[in-house]
């Protein structure tokens, strides 16, 4: 059964950085687009960087340069790194697979969700 668990939330002060972990189960097929998303209370769902079945790294252009996706595959284990954030960083992470349109990640398509975890950030 497939699975995806997220891990590293926590608190930060503004400037400061964290670094989310994700870890995939059961998912026996390469072809699977993985992305990160964030949920802040009264927004829509917000994808913030994909990995594609091609393994091409996807960022959103509001959080390039600050915010890195990147997967160790022997660990089975995506990560997003979070760097220099802000107060309007602060949301619930979640970590989701695509099965659908894996190569084109289509935001709509993501079919398996991790639990999330919170990030708070302060100024």
């Known amino acids: 059964q497939e699975r995806l668990v997220e891990s590293g939330g926590g608190s930060a002060q503004a400037g400061k950085s964290l670094t989310l972990s994700c870890a995939a189960s059961g998912f026996t097929s390469g072809r699977v687009c993985m992305g990160w998303f964030r949920r802040t209370p009264g927004k829509e769902l917000d994808m913030l960087a994909t990995l594609n079945a091609d393994d091409h790294i996807n960022h959103k252009d509001s959080v390039r340069g600050r915010f890195t996706m990147s997967r160790d595959f022997g660990k089975r284990t995506l990560y997003l790194q979070l760097n220099n954030l802000q107060p309007e960083d602060t949301a619930i992470y979640y970590c989701?697979?695509?099965?659908?349109?894996?190569?084109?990640?289509?935001?709509?398509?993501?079919?398996?969700w991790g639990q999330g975890t919170q990030v708070t950030v302060s100024s």
């Open positions: 989701a697979a695509n099965s659908v349109t894996p190569w084109a990640c289509s935001a709509r398509d993501f079919n398996y």
